[in-house]
């Protein structure tokens, strides 16, 4: 089995607006001359002609701290104005420095002709960023691993990670905040396999690297890794503050391969959490099933989704329990679902108190059409008997979806 060095060769990576790793061009860095000098912060200077020079902090402001530090591969940035890591010297090569923090870069910001200003390096416009940044690997495409794990200390040269027993890496992601889960112990990196891999779990990955929270991928979706699996079956409730500190933790004790190694995709802001609703019903214990990933709202296909599956989301939408409806109930009364569909087969045990703690493949892939939506009825105690399924029998409808008409018939038994 081919080995690799306890110790990763890394050069800073970069994304553009798009969050779509990109190739390295240091035409920015970090510079300090202050006595604590770290690789994510410090006095912005950019390279423009053949000569370093600074940025001038009028009107700079979070935005450009955003687009600075994203440039150079880190998640977020805080500004730093006046001269706050030390002074610099020569050029002052930016003033009135506007973004609006999705650029890719500084030059697509607003500024004054390169080298106009009326500014002197007591005005000097610093950041701070982040504790964990993007780098590029040659053993691995690219990284994502806190600044504190590592050695160098500019942006502009190679350098060698020696981390800590526990540091977190996501590994082969295409995107900011995500990638294969890989931990550091004993030496050497390892993948994490995805038995007990749920969304709590890649709650706890992503805050314990900065972010909001995150979603858990699985089955090797962000490709394979190599070498040894040091995590299988444990679990977090989500509260730890990192993966260490979550139960049934057996460095090296696994039943698994690389095709179930775990990974997660974390985000920034709230508003892109898990959520769950019941859409377009005539209150609010029934309707399409409808869950939000990803700021956006999608449907649940109807393969593998029985009465078990129902219990749950009723169970977390604060009712008793509750029921699937059938499709001529879901096309009469609710009508079928439009745009991204999220889940398929989703399993629960029945004991789960939420649907993103069951089994399902992961989001958005399916093979599902919305004439497959799931819609639930949830009991509400007093008018549960009301909410009981109607009798049909030869009960014939047509519909309408897309391609044409046809008919269905329901039985009852």
Request: aromatic content about 10%; charged content about 25%.
């Amino acid at each position: 089995m081919e080995q690799f060095s306890s110790v990763l060769e890394l050069i800073p990576a970069e994304w553009n607006a798009e969050g779509e790793i990109v190739t390295p061009n240091v035409t920015l860095r970090l510079v300090s001359s202050t006595s604590e000098e770290r690789p994510n912060r410090g006095r912005v200077e950019v390279f423009h002609g053949s000569e370093w020079g600074t940025v001038c902090d009028d009107i700079a402001g979070v935005e450009a701290a955003m687009v600075i530090c994203r440039y150079l591969g880190f998640t977020t940035g805080t500004p730093r104005p006046g001269a706050y890591f030390g002074a610099g010297s020569g050029k002052i090569w930016l003033d009135n420095l506007q973004c609006q923090g999705d650029e890719g870069s500084l030059e697509e910001c607003y500024h004054h002709i390169w080298g106009e200003n009326d500014c002197d390096h007591s005005e000097d416009f610093g950041v701070e960023c982040s504790k964990v940044k993007h780098y590029w690997s040659s053993a691995y495409c690219h990284v994502l691993i806190p600044v504190d794990a590592i050695t160098d200390a500019t942006t502009s040269t190679d350098s060698t990670v020696q981390p800590e027993d526990g540091v977190i890496a996501l590994v082969n992601g295409t995107k900011i905040g995500e990638g294969r889960v890989e931990i550091f112990h004993d030496g050497e990196w390892g993948t994490v396999c995805d038995d007990n891999f749920d969304e709590h779990t890649a709650s706890v990955v992503c805050r314990s690297l900065g972010y909001y929270d995150g979603w858990a991928r699985r089955e090797a979706y962000f490709g394979s890794g190599k070498g040894v699996i040091w995590l299988d079956g444990f679990g977090c409730f989500g509260t730890e503050a990192t993966l260490t500190e979550c139960q049934g933790i057996n460095f090296g004790s696994n039943d698994c391969s690389h095709s179930e190694d775990a990974g997660v995709a974390c985000f920034m802001k709230e508003g892109m959490e898990f959520g769950v609703r019941l859409a377009d019903g005539e209150s609010d214990d029934i309707g399409r099933l409808e869950v939000r990933h990803n700021g956006e709202w999608g449907t649940v296909c109807n393969d593998g989704f029985g009465e078990q599956e129902a219990e749950v989301v009723c169970r977390s939408l604060g009712f008793s329990g509750g029921s699937i409806l059938p499709f001529h109930r879901i096309y009469l009364e609710i009508g079928l679902g439009s745009g991204k569909i999220w889940l398929e087969w989703v399993s629960c045990e029945g004991d789960e108190t939420s649907l993103e703690d069951c089994r399902h493949r992961d989001w958005g892939l399916h093979d599902c059409e919305h004439i497959e939506d799931v819609a639930v009825a949830c009991n509400t105690g007093s008018d549960e008997e009301s909410r009981e399924e109607e009798e049909l029998s030869e009960y014939e409808y047509e519909y309408e979806y897309g391609y044409g008409t046809g008919s269905y018939y329901y039985s009852s038994p």
